[in-house]
Every structure is written in structure tokens, then in C-alpha cells.
């Protein structure tokens, strides 16, 4: 787990940031027929809801008198909902259909055929809701430009904004392929701009047996928080969507909504905004960096490697997303080091327990090899964290203070990149100091270690490799002598340990 500046239960940044941009009531003409148009269609929520605006496109849904526990707040009947099977219903989604495309997001891609459709159409029944949907998503980062990309330099963030923008551009040009009269409807900007309006407001629910995702009007105003402080489903003897309360909420309070656990690069990439607090109630943080991991090309082990490196289908370069947790992806990535950092005799051991070998592929070792190979990995993982570390060009106090200083507006694409990068470098602070404590506590004497490891036991910030240590290190303590010098078996070891090999 790692280091934490506020408390897990308060989140308090990510509401008090609404407190001084509390909105006002929308009285914009459009959003007036908006409310009007779903309340003429059997919606019922304006005795107990208010959009509110703060600042441009951003809005939110406060609530109009006190509300309880188990309230319904929200209902929005069937016939105000867009959903996927209306998308496939339209000539392009049934071109899309017969053509057998492989689509990045099909779901998504059927809601969007329908909005670009329908929304040609002035006489549109769905046009008072086109008509309150951002005209602009600069908050997104595939939309933003290149100085502003410059403040997310040393994120994979960068990565994936690209593989989306291609994901997207792909789509779009199959679909053309499919249905050349769509390059009539809109344009790739406009195209761009419907996927990602889809995928921030988008619902997935279950219609009278069928799953599906829809559009939902006026639902989709909430804003996130966690712990979740409403619930919502379609409730088929209703034949609405229903957001219901989980808590009673004062008047004029914010109504929240909860779009899941998710790390910041999915919050920032896909809804335009990171949580500065993205904690849960038991302190575990979802956020995570991505570590690129590869063989080294200059091993002469490398060849054998191969063997169990690629039964998992990857050939070179693996990534592992890491958050700080001792969950799945955490084993897996030690795995993978442990055979990086093998020598010849640990490979053997590794690859000749049987035809398959023991392991069915690199990302299963999940015992120690040797007391030699853990120090290895453990050193990997620590260079490699500092390694990315540095690429970043600003330090993690500097994004400290930035974001506690309020000089960035609570709104901002800066300040929303500057919490995502701090919390990338939260996550490889936490390897870096877990790997400095690993390796010190697999050298050290007995008494010593016992003493540290139930230490570190009593601070929840430290029970990530406290238990690591407890088990794993004890392990591999007890299977050499004490006093192997570590520095001295690194200094014989064939490969250049200084050098990462996760890039």
C-alpha cells in the first residue's frame, strides 16, 4: 500500500473542489427544454434534482430538498433511453453488422452510429438532449494539444492517448468502407468526439433479459465520487433507468455517482478528469504504472529464456500494470524478473521439471528460485522504478505542491495531469522503498529481520512488504547461509544488473 496524504474515508479533495465552484442553478434555455422534454416523457426527478453548472461544460445534479436512504431520485423511462440495438438498427449499424468488423469498443460504436444519425435530424426526439451534450471535450486528452500533452512527459499515458487516437481513426475508416455514405454524416473529428462521448456517459444494463449499454439523459450529469453514495439499474416493472440513494443527502448537496474503481490513466484518459484521493475505504489505491519488461538482448540465455517467455503469447516486450498491492499483477511481475535475472543453473532449474517445465509460463513463478535470484529480481525492480522515475521531468514534491497550493484551477487539464503523474509516482516510490527494504532485510541478522518485519506488520503503509518479507525473504533466508555477501554474487553474476532491463 502506499503513502497516503489525506484520510482514506474523507476524499475531501475531490469534493471540496466542487465547494468553491458550488454552480448555479441552470436556467440556460436549452437545459429549461431538456428538463422539460423528459419530464413531458415520463421522467420523474425535478422535485428532487437540479443540474447545476460550475465552469463551462461542467455540470453536476445537486439535490432539490433533503433526500433519504433508499430514495428513488432519479427515473428515466425506456423510451428516453438510446440504446445499442438502436444503433444496429440504422443502415450503417446493419452495414457495420454484415460486414463482420473488428471494432475497438463495438458496443460504443453502435450508440455513436445512432447519435451521428439521429442527430442530423432537427426534428429529432432526441434533439433537447444533442442539444445539452459538450459541443467540445478539451478536457479530454485525445483532443488536447500538444503543449498541454507536455505536462503528462514520462506517463504511459502518452502511450495509450496515441493508441486510442489510432483505435479511433481505424474504426472510423472501416466503417466508411462498410457504408460509404457515413463520411457524409460526419468527419473524423466529429466521429472522435461522439466515441468519447460515449464512453464517458454510457450505461451498461440489462433491458428484460438483454444486456446492453444506453445512453441515459440527465443520468448522465452526475458527477464520480467513491464510496458510492447512490445505486443504479433498469428496473423493468417500472420500464425505467432508476438512480436511487444509499445515504440521505441534505438539499442542495451534490448527488454523486460512482463510475468504479479505476486507476487515474483510465479516470483521465476515458472521462477527462483524475481523483486526487483515489483511495478506498480499506486504503487500497487503485492507480498503477505500466513496466515494459524484455529479456536482455545480451544475455546469452536469452535463447532459452524464450522458451517459457513466450508460452503466455507474448514475444518480446510484456507489460504488467502495477499498483501498489500485493495482488495478481504484482506476482506476476517478480515472475517475469525472476527468470530476467536467472542465471544458467536457476534456468535449468526453472525449465527441466517436466516436458512443460513446472511453470507454464514466465508470469507463474510465484516461489523463489534461489536467494541469489531474488536479490536480482528485487534490484531490477528497484532500478527500473528509478529509472522511470527520472523521465519524468518534474519531482513528486514539486507535483505535491502545485496541486496543495490551489494555483491550478480544481477544473484544469494541468492540475487533472499533474494528480495523475503524482500518483504514477506514488506507485514507484512504493517499489523503490519496497525493494530497498527486501533486499536490506534478506541480508540482515535474525533478530533484526524478526524485529522489522513485525514493525512493518503494525503500519498498514508497510504490510505490503512486510508480508512479502514474512514470506517470500524468510524463504529464501532460510535456504543459504546468512552471511552471503549479495554485493559480491551480483559483481560474478553474467549479466549487467545496473543497466534496468524493463524499459
Excluded at 189 to 216: K, P
Excluded at 394 to 404: F, G, H, N, Q, T
Excluded at 465 to 473: L, T
Aim: net charge neutral.
Amino acid at each position: 500500500m502506499q503513502d497516503r496524504d489525506v484520510n482514506a474515508s474523507a476524499n475531501r479533495p475531490d469534493r471540496d473542489k466542487f465547494q468553491g465552484h458550488s454552480g448555479i442553478v441552470s436556467s440556460a434555455g436549452k437545459e429549461e427544454v431538456f428538463v422539460k422534454w423528459l419530464s413531458e416523457n415520463g421522467a420523474k426527478f425535478v422535485d428532487r434534482a437540479l443540474l447545476r453548472c460550475y465552469e463551462n461544460d461542467v455540470r453536476g445534479v445537486h439535490a432539490a430538498r433533503d433526500l433519504k436512504a433508499e430514495e428513488i431520485i432519479i427515473e428515466v423511462p425506456l423510451k428516453c433511453l438510446i440504446t445499442v440495438e438502436m444503433g444496429k438498427a440504422t443502415d450503417v449499424g446493419r452495414a457495420v453488422l454484415e460486414a463482420g468488423l473488428e471494432l475497438d469498443a463495438p458496443k460504443h460504436i453502435f450508440l455513436m452510429l445512432f447519435l451521428l444519425l439521429d442527430r442530423c435530424n432537427s426534428d429529432s426526439f432526441f434533439r433537447p438532449y444533442y442539444d445539452v451534450l459538450p459541443g467540445s471535450l478539451s478536457n479530454m486528452p485525445i483532443f488536447w494539444k500538444p503543449n498541454e500533452l507536455t505536462w503528462l512527459e514520462g506517463s504511459y499515458l502518452l502511450v495509450q492517448i496515441e493508441e486510442r487516437k489510432c483505435a479511433i481513426q481505424n474504426d472510423f475508416k472501416a466503417i466508411v468502407d462498410a457504408w460509404p455514405a457515413f463520411k457524409r454524416i460526419c468527419t473524423l473529428d466529429e466521429f472522435s468526439w461522439a466515441r468519447m462521448c460515449v464512453c464517458s456517459r454510457n450505461f451498461g444494463i440489462v433491458i428484460n433479459g438483454v444486456r446492453t449499454s444506453a445512453m441515459v439523459p440527465y443520468a448522465d450529469m452526475l458527477n464520480h465520487f467513491r464510496p458510492r453514495e447512490t445505486k443504479w439499474t433498469f428496473d423493468n416493472t417500472r420500464g425505467a433507468f432508476t438512480i436511487t440513494a444509499l445515504q440521505s443527502i441534505p438539499s442542495g448537496g451534490q448527488i454523486y455517482d460512482s463510475y468504479g474503481q479505476k486507476c487515474n490513466h483510465r479516470f483521465l484518459l476515458n472521462y477527462g478528469f483524475a481523483v486526487e484521493d483515489n483511495y478506498e475505504c480499506d486504503g487500497y489505491c487503485p492507480n498503477e504504472v505500466a513496466l515494459l519488461v524484455r529479456l536482455a538482448p545480451e544475455d546469452p540465455l536469452t535463447a532459452r529464456k524464450r522458451l517459457i517467455w513466450i508460452r503466455d503469447g507474448a514475444v518480446g516486450v510484456k507489460r504488467i500494470r502495477l499498483c501498489a498491492s500485493d495482488n495478481e499483477n504484482f506476482r506476476a511481475c517478480l515472475s517475469l524478473l525472476r527468470v530476467v535475472a536467472a542465471d544458467e543453473v536457476e534456468l535449468d532449474r526453472i525449465l527441466s521439471q517436466n516436458p512443460y517445465g513446472t511453470y507454464r509460463t514466465a508470469s507463474d513463478i510465484h516461489v523463489p528460485v534461489s536467494f541469489r535470484n531474488e536479490c536480482a529480481a528485487l534490484s531490477l525492480l528497484k532500478h527500473t522504478c528509478k529509472s522511470m522515475l527520472e523521465a519524468y521531468p518534474r519531482s513528486l514534491a514539486a507535483d505535491k505542491s502545485a496541486i496543495s497550493s490551489n494555483t491550478l484551477s480544481p477544473f484544469s487539464n494541468e492540475r487533472h495531469a499533474c494528480i495523475h503523474v503524482k500518483s504514477e509516482k506514488l506507485v514507484l516510490c512504493h517499489y523503490i522503498n519496497f525493494a530497498k527494504t527486501a533486499l536490506n532485510l534478506a541480508r540482515c541478522h535474525d533478530g533484526e529481520f524478526e524485529a522489522t518485519v513485525s514493525r512493518l506488520f503494525d503500519e498498514p503503509v508497510h504490510r505490503h512488504v512486510a508480508s512479502y518479507c514474512n514470506g517470500i525473504v524468510r524463504q529464501v533466508r532460510h535456504a543459504v547461509p546468512k552471511l552471503l555477501s549479495v554485493e559480491s554474487d551480483r559483481r560474478q553474476h553474467k549479466l549487467n544488473l545496473s543497466t534496468p532491463t524493463i524499459v
